[in-house]
């Protein structure tokens, strides 16, 4: 009997996280390494996989066989697919055998833990240890779902970028699960052999992209039901005029790659009314790989990781705008987006600001535990109230101290009102959330409400 590691991964940087893990030694040895890629676009049939993306080839020896879970479960789609509880032991039977897993002793390694396909994953391996590895911001938010005993026991680690120097991730943390960090050097590394690999898959793709340009990036924000269409094509626009003001004279845009193509139309038009010439990406190319061929001058983005790996992983300066929109449209409260948000919109300069833009410097991470930490114990104490009750006194205190105009968008009185926190209602008032007389005369009034208006 020996010992398998099964990997799930849905995106090019997870699989890259991934490999920079194996090649920093942060995970256990195994005798067998097998890469689940799940395609998890609503037609995954329409979108090219991540082990047909350009550059995936330096990624394919670290393991030692690629299979797909898409192929596995078909006809059904890996996001909106569970095993039901009596179907558990034949799943994985049938896996064990699909794979030639035997009686191996099995470890799962996967992301986003709190949704299918990763949930589903390890619903199938029931008795199997857990890693999960986070490649984004989210990992410093709350778990934004509960996992059940048969799952949060099992995981021992967590591996993370260091995108925030300084900030510790929130995600597992009421299960005592420890974070690890996976070093910046093995995954910069990388993505340096990826971006090789990229190019000699693609050819000469980025040729046409300017050195030292503005790179702005597209989230395709629409399609989440985050804003609107025409209020996304207005952010894209203001990137376009964002940049030109700060004397960037050659643009490129890098548009999400399931956003419409008629989008980019616009963009051109404006930046050059403004004399500047753009350029659009459609490379499917990760933007580390822009960074590493064309070195930008300056990135500006929403709440993309990648804002957070040009800086930190690369000194790229970087530019933030929308954010403040999209803290006021989030919802509900507890959406996981909040807390990408939240750091994107406390830690970068505004695009709007220009003095901002070019004296910004990143904080030390001392700035970052003594300034950010505290923030996102109260928002993720607000988005998750339960899970994290220990962070309720430290939440209040920051609420009473620090609540102001420029903090506001970070919460929304109604949620601090639910809560009974600081801020909900006027301080003569504060006695109303938590009156037991008060809420049920509401409730009754509600009640009545809906009864009379049918």
Known sequence: MGSTQLFLASTLYGAATLAAALDAGTLPAADRRILVVSNNASVPETHTGLDLAPGFEALRNRFDRI????????????????????????????????????DDDVELVVESIQVAPALAFV???????????????????????????????????????DLVPGLRPMLLSEHGVEPRVVPAAEFTKVLAELAEASMDASGDDLTGVPAGAALLLGQYLSALGLITADEEEELHLSMVRGAAALGHKEIVFKPHPTAPAEWTEP?????????????????????EVVYLKARPALVVGCFSTALLTASVFYGIPVARTGTKLLLERLAPYQNSNRIPVTIVHALLPDLNDTRAVTAWKPPSPEQVAAQLTPLLHAVGYCMQAKAYPHLRAEAVAWLTDRLNADTWPYFKRRRLTSLGLPGAVPARLAFVPRNRTVRRVARRARAFKKATLG
């Not at 909106?80 to 897993?101: K, T």
Request: glycine share 8%; aromatic share 8%.
């Open 267 to 287: 963009l051109k038009a404006v930046a050059e009314s403004l004399g500047c010439r753009l350029t659009v990406l459609n490379s499917p190319v990760l933007a």
């Open 123 to 161: 619903q199938v391996f029931i008795g199997c240890p857990i890693t999960v590895y986070a490649d984004g911001l989210m990992s410093y938010g709350p778990t934004r779902n509960k996992l059940g005993l048969l799952v949060d026991t099992r995981i021992d680690r967590l591996l993370h970028l």
């Open 67 to 102: 299979v797909s879970w898409n192929e596995t479960i078909h006809p059904l789609h890996p996001g909106g697919w569970a095993p039901r509880a009596d179907e558990v032991p034949m799943w994985e039977r049938y896996l064990r055998l699909l794979w030639d897993l035997g």
